[in-house]
C-alpha cells in the first residue's frame, strides 16, 4: 500500500459521494431519501452495529488482569501509592479513565525522540499531538451539543448557554463559533501531521484518511452553510424536531447544501461502529487501562482457566532421589 | 569482551536511519540478518515439553518446513484466542494508528526498522486478522488494511515478534493502552502452534519444567553451589551462614531466578540473600524443585507460564511454609504478580504474609501471599531492624535502571530506592523520560538475550545504554543498580558497549556489604572480592 494510493483512495471516494449528493439533490427529487430515509437507516446501522460492537468485545473475557501500571503500587503504609496511575479500587480506576478519556492522560505523556551527536538520545517532551487531538474531540463534542437546539422546542438552558459561550467573541454576522475555528485548526493538523511525519505516513491507512476527509466535508459544509451559502435554519428545525419525533415531515426548499452536509453525517455515523472510530467504545474495554493494581490483594478470575501438564514433585523425586539422598537434602520417600 | 565480538563498532551501529523505506511495509519482505535474530528451538525440547511439530529448521532456508494445514491452524488459532482475550480482540480493533506509541520502542530507536514501531509490529498480524475476520478486509483485501497470510508473513512474524521484548513501554505511552508485548504474546503463540520458536526461551523452559530451573541445575549441585556461597561469605566477614534446603516447617519460602546463584554478578546478590536472611534469624528455605521464580512460559504461551509457574504454590504446600519471599528478578514478577494466583491459586493454604522481624502485614499481598524482597527490606530499613554502614559502598557511584515489569507490572519505584538510598551515599537517577514507568529495556529480556542476536540488543540497548552515560558523566556513576536476574546478564554487554566503566549490580549485593552483622570480622573486601575502597592512584 503507497501513500499515494492510501490517501488518493479514500479521497477519491469521498468526492465521488460528493459529486453524488450534489448531483442527485439538484437534478432529481429525492430530497426524501437523503432527509429521511438515510438519516434513520444510519441511525439505525450505528445504534445496532455499536451494540454488536461493544457485545461482541464484551462476550472475550478478560483472564488476566494485566493493568499498565505507570505509578508507585500501594504496598507499605508509608510509601505514598500513586492511586490515579496505579489504580488500588473500582473507585481509582474510573477516575484513571476518566482523566484518560476526558483528558488524555497517555497522550500528555508524549515524547519525541532525537538522536543526536555525542551520541545523545534525547526525548523531548511532545505535547503537540495531545493538544490538537484534545482540541479535536473537545471541539467534535461541544459541537455535536449546540446542535441538540435543533431537535429540541424550547431549547434548555444549558445548549442556549454552551451556543452563548461558543460564540462569546461575536466575529463577524453570523458570529463564528470558537469550536469551529478550533475543530478546523485542529484536524489540519491532525491531517498534516499524518501526512508530513514520514513515520506516520507510513503506517498510515486508507482507514485513517477516510475519516479526516469525512470530517473535513462535514465540517466544512456545515461552515459553508453558516456563512456563505445560508440555508433556512427554521425548516432546517422543522426537518429535525419531524425526525426525532417519528413524524418525519419535509419542508420544501431547505438548501442543496444541507443534503450534502447531512449526507456526511449519516455516512460518519453509519461507518462509525465498523471502523477505528470506535476507540471511543474501545477505550472503555482496554484491560491495561480498566482494571486495577490490587493483583496480589485481590484475586482475578480467568473463565477458561483449565488444568495443564505439570511436572509434580513425585515425578521429580522420583528422578533425583538418590542424588538427593546423597547430598542430604531431605526426601519425601526413603 | 568476548561477547562483543563480531559486532559492528558503536559508530557503525550509530548510523540509524529513521526514514522509512519508500515501499510500503506490506511489500517489504524480511531479511534475516546475522546478530538480529534468534536460533530456533531444538526439536527435543519441543518434545520434552509436548508441543506440536517438532523438527529442525532454519530461518535462512527458503523452506520452513510447516505443517500442511498451517493456515488453517494459524486462522483457528487466531480465533480461538480472539474469544478468549478480549485485550487481543480490542486491541486487533480500535489503533487508530496515531503514532504516539512509534519512537517509544526501544528496538525501533536502535534500529530504525520501522517494523519495530509497536504501531507497525502490531499491523503485522492486524493485517491478517482484517484480512481474515472482518467483511471490509475480506472484501477489499489491500484497501481495508488486510494481506493475504503466506509464509512470509510467518517469517515476518517469527523475525518482529522475537525483536519485541515485551516490555510494555509502549503500552503506557498509547492513547487506548494498546500493549504490544500482549499482541507478540498472542503472535508468539501462534507460532508455537506450527512449531516454530526459539532455543533460548524453550531450552530453558524444558529444563525448568524437568529439574525445576531454567538452567537445568540439579538439586544436588545447587546445594554445592550456595555452599560454595557460604565459604565465600565466611571468608570476607567471618561469619557462617546456613543453607535451608527444602526445609519442612520453615515460615518461609524464598524463591528467586537460577540467575542469581549461576552467573557473576547474579552470585553476589544471591550471597547478599544469604546474608541478610542469616543476620534475621529467619526461619525459612530455598527449595530444590522449585528453584526458579523466572518463567520462561511467559516469552512462550500463556498455558506454558501456567505449567511452569506451578511448582512455586505446589512446593509451598509440600513444605508447609506460611507464605512466600521473592528474589530480584524482572519477568518473574510480572507471572507473580499478574498470573501466579489467576492460574495456579487459590493459595488459601498459605498465610497472609506477615514480616517476623518487624510485624508488618503486607496487606498488598494477601491474596497471592507472596512479597518482594524489596518490600520486605524496605520495611526492615524503615523499621531500623538493620544495622547498616553505607560507608562500605562509598566507592560506588549508583544509579538504577528500572526493569520494565516490576516497573510497567507491579509499579514497584519507591522500595528499592528507598533501600538503595540507605545503602550507598551516592545515588542518582537517569533523566526522568527513561526511568520509572517510562523505563527503558535492558533489550534482551522474553527470551532474547542470547549472542546470536547481540547486534540486535545493542540496537535495542542503545536508549538506556545512552541514559546510563548521561548520569556517568554527568555525577561520574560507575553501578547500575537492578532488581532483575536477566539485566544482571544483559546490562554487562550493554554497559561495556554504550558505556564502559560500569558495571552491573543487584541491589541485596550493595546491602549486604553495607550490612554490618553479628559477630562479623573487619571488612577488607566487598562481596566480590574486591577492596572496600578504591585504591588511591
Ligand atoms: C470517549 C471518546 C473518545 C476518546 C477518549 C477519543 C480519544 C482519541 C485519541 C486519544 C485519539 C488519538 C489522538 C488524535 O489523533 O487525536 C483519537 C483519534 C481520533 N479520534 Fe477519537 N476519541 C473519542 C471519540 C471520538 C469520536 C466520537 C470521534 C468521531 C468522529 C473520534 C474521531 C477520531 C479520529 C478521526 C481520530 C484520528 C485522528 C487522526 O487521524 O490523527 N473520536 N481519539
Ligand atoms: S499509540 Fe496506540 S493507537 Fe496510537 S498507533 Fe500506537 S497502538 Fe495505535
Ligand atoms: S513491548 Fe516493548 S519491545 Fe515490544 S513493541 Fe512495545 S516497546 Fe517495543
Known sequence: ?334 | MSELDGVPKPEELLKIDYQPPRKGWMDTPVNFKPGTYNYPAASKNHKILELPFPREWSPMEEDWKLPENWKEIVVNGIAERLSKYRSFKVFMDICVRCGACADKCHFFLGSGDPKNMPVLRAELLRSIYRKEFTAAGKVLGKLAGGRELTPTVIKEWFYYFYQCTECRRCSVFCPYGIDTAEITMIGRELLYLLGLGINWALEPAAKCFMTGNHLGVYPHTLKDTLEFFADDIEDITGVRVEIPLNKKGADILFVTPSGDYFADPGTFTCMGYLILFHELGLNYTWSTYASEGGNFGLFTSHEMIKRLNAKIYAEAKRLGVKWILGGECGHMWRVIHQYMDTMNGPADFLQEPVSPITGTKFENAKSTKMVHIMEFTADLIKHNKLKLDPSRNDKLKVTFHDSCNPARAMGIFEEPRYVIRNVCKEFYDMPENTIKEKTFCCAGGAGLGNDENMEMRLRGGLPRGNAVKYVQEKHGVNRLACMCAIDRATLVPLCDYWAPGVQVTGIHEMVANALVLKGEKERETDLRGEPLKELEE
Open chain 1, 1 to 334: 500500500m503507497t501513500f499515494i494510493m492510501s490517501i488518493m483512495l479514500p479521497f477519491i471516494i469521498i468526492l465521488f459521494l460528493l459529486l453524488l449528493v450534489l448531483g442527485v439533490v439538484s437534478y432529481t427529487h429525492l430530497e426524501n431519501v437523503f432527509g429521511i430515509f438515510i438519516p434513520y437507516l444510519a441511525l439505525a446501522i450505528f445504534l445496532m452495529g455499536f451494540l454488536y460492537r461493544i457485545l461482541s468485545w464484551a462476550k472475550s473475557p478478560v483472564p488476566f488482569r494485566i493493568t499498565t501500571v505507570c505509578g508507585q503500587e500501594k504496598s507499605l503504609d508509608w510509601i505514598k501509592a500513586n492511586r490515579l496511575e496505579s489504580p488500588f479500587t473500582t473507585l481509582d480506576v474510573i477516575k484513571r479513565l476518566a482523566l484518560e478519556v476526558l483528558l488524555f492522560r497517555s497522550l500528555f505523556r508524549n515524547t519525541n525522540t532525537e538522536l543526536n551527536e555525542g551520541p545523545k538520545l534525547i526525548h523531548w517532551s511532545a505535547k503537540w499531538l495531545w493538544l490538537a487531538g484534545l482540541t479535536f474531540h473537545w471541539s467534535f463534542f461541544i459541537i455535536l451539543t449546540r446542535h441538540l437546539r435543533f431537535f429540541t422546542e424550547p431549547v434548555p438552558f444549558a445548549i442556549q448557554f454552551i451556543d452563548k459561550l461558543d460564540n462569546l467573541f461575536e466575529i463577524g454576522v453570523p458570529a463564528l463559533y470558537l469550536t469551529d475555528a478550533l475543530i478546523v485548526a485542529a484536524i489540519t493538523h491532525l491531517f498534516l501531521r499524518r501526512v508530513l511525519v514520514p513515520k506516520i505516513r507510513y503506517v498510515s491507512l486508507p482507514a485513517d484518511y477516510f475519516p479526516l476527509f469525512l470530517l473535513f466535508c462535514i465540517i466544512g459544509s456545515g461552515m459553508f452553510m453558516r456563512h456563505i451559502y445560508k440555508v433556512d435554519l427554521i425548516k432546517v428545525k422543522e426537518l429535525a424536531l419531524s425526525l426525532i419525533s417519528f413524524r418525519p415531515a419535509l419542508p420544501e426548499g431547505i438548501g442543496v447544501l444541507f443534503y450534502v452536509h447531512l449526507f456526511f453525517v449519516c455516512l460518519l455515523i453509519a461507518y462509525f461502529p465498523f471502523s477505528k472510530l470506535m476507540h471511543l467504545g474501545g477505550v472503555f474495554l482496554s484491560p491495561t487501562r480498566n482494571l486495577a493494581n490490587n493483583n496480589r490483594s485481590k484475586r482475578h478470575i480467568n473463565p477458561w482457566n483449565y488444568p495443564v501438564k505439570v511436572h509434580t514433585y513425585e515425578e521429580y523425586e522420583d528422578e533425583f532421589r538418590e542424588k538427593m539422598k546423597a547430598a542430604e537434602i531431605p526426601v519425601d520417600k526413603e
